[in-house]
């Protein structure tokens, strides 16, 4: 089994910044791609951003220039650094993993989600 744990979620003003954290454990071989998504009350879960295991990242245009993701793939992390944060980016931000396991079988993965809401 694999398991995402986030963390970093919270209440800030708008303006300000967060961290989000989320560490994969488990059965892994390795972890192709990560990425952050999040669901707003009333709206279908959307990316926010993306990440492979070569580093190449991508990005929704709402948070593009604001958030940025990275990973550290020694330590099965990636995180998302959201800056210059707006009400609208209040939401439940669910860390998802694609990942070959020790078997040799692919899951994709998520988190329990972190509550992150931005006030005006």
């Known amino acids: 089994q694999v398991q995402l744990v986030e963390s970093g979620g919270g209440l800030v003003q708008a303006g300000g910044s967060l961290r989000l954290s989320c560490a994969a454990s488990?059965?892994?071989?390795?972890?192709?791609?990560m990425g952050w998504y999040r669901q707003a009350p009333g709206k279908q879960r959307e990316l926010v951003a993306g990440?492979?295991?070569?580093?190449?990242?991508n990005y929704a245009d709402s948070v593009k220039g604001r958030f940025t993701i990275s990973r550290d793939n020694a330590e099965n992390t990636v995180y998302l650094q959201m800056n210059s944060l707006k009400p609208e980016d209040t939401a439940v931000y669910y860390c998802?993993?694609?990942?070959?396991?020790?078997?040799?079988?692919?899951?994709?993965?998520w988190g329990q989600g972190t509550l992150v809401t931005v006030s005006s």
């Open positions: 998802n993993a694609i990942v070959t396991t020790t078997r040799g079988g692919y899951l994709e993965v």
């Open positions: 488990g059965s892994i071989f390795s972890i192709n791609a």
């Open positions: 990440i492979t295991s070569g580093g190449n990242t």
